[in-house]
């Protein structure tokens, strides 16, 4: 028996070696470009306002964004998503847009103008390849400390069977309003939950978390929509009658899909990642 393990596990690093490497390297092998970057990418980040601006509430607010950015490998870049800013929650009904640069070693810059609102500067730097692809990138405003991560959303068009399967991950936040039979706020918020999704726009699921100091078990039934450009929106009710809407982005391919997230429930600012949980039989699926 222990022979037949060794055995499979031998088999299992051979299988994924190539794929490591391929990953290790991904910059080393060529140098960067314009090109690097083309297509669209899903995002998640969090962060904090350090000044007051127009129409904000006063400094510090938290905020957590979600939403698609498109790149044209040849310098321009648009975003479109949903932010929560101190939880306020507003949709953008036209794309901010702006340039970006590309490094040979990797390293990235954008200038990203939002309709009616302030001009972001961001720097970060370009991982992987092909959907493996991935753009780590900070704030570098003195008036924000933001991060994002930007993952390649999947090569063809997304719908509701894009999501089937049991996915996992964790999230993380704070409640920054006073909802009844709470203390008072802030109230820091960590989350671990599984979702099981029917391919149909329906999922199940359970968490344990845990918000500020008191932990809470629960299962939940819910309601999602795919769009073709890969956004995802749910409806999620617990088996106490409470109802969580979030919002994010569908990436990766096979057991390598996530979901990035926020929840767009007023008073709160969470994100986070759901990952496919992988299955023995489905190892090299999507390699």
């Known amino acids: 028996m222990a022979t037949r393990k060794t055995g499979w596990t031998l088999l299992l690093v051979a299988l994924l070696f190539p794929l490591l490497i391929a990953l290790g390297t991904a910059n080393a092998s060529s140098d960067c470009s314009l090109g690097t970057l083309k297509g669209t990418y899903g995002f998640v980040g969090h962060g904090t306002i350090l000044a007051q601006l127009p129409g904000l509430p006063p400094p510090p607010a938290l905020t957590a964004g979600s939403g698609i950015a498109t790149f044209d490998g040849n310098g321009n870049l648009s975003v479109e998503g949903t932010q929560n800013i101190n939880g306020a929650i507003s949709t953008s009904t036209e794309p901010a847009t702006g340039t970006y640069t590309v490094n040979s070693d990797c390293t990235y810059s954008d200038e ?129 009658g409470v109802v969580i809407n979030d919002v994010g982005t569908i990436t990766g391919s096979g057991t390598f899909r996530e979901v990035q997230e926020i929840w767009s429930v007023p008073g709160t600012v969470v994100s986070g990642t759901l990952q496919k949980t992988a299955r023995r039989a489905h190892i090299a699926e999507g390699l």
Do not use: M
């Open 112 to 240: 990203l103008t939002v309709p009616g609102g302030p001009v972001f500067h961001e720097a970060g730097t370009i991982t992987g390849q092909g959907i493996f692809q991935e753009i780590h990138i900070i704030d570098i405003d003195p008036w924000f400390i933001n991060v994002l991560t930007l993952k390649k959303t999947p090569s063809s068009e997304c719908s509701l069977e894009t999501l089937k399967g049991t996915y996992s991950g964790g999230l993380q936040g704070t409640f920054v309003g006073q909802f009844p039979g709470f203390p008072p706020p802030p109230l820091p918020w960590a989350e671990i939950t599984t979702h099981i999704y029917d391919g149909e726009g329906h999922f199940t699921g359970e968490n344990t978390a845990h918000l500020g100091g008191a932990i809470i078990r629960g299962t939940f039934t819910g309601t999602y929509t795919v769009n073709s450009n890969c956004s995802y929106s749910a409806e999620l009710k617990t088996n106490t």
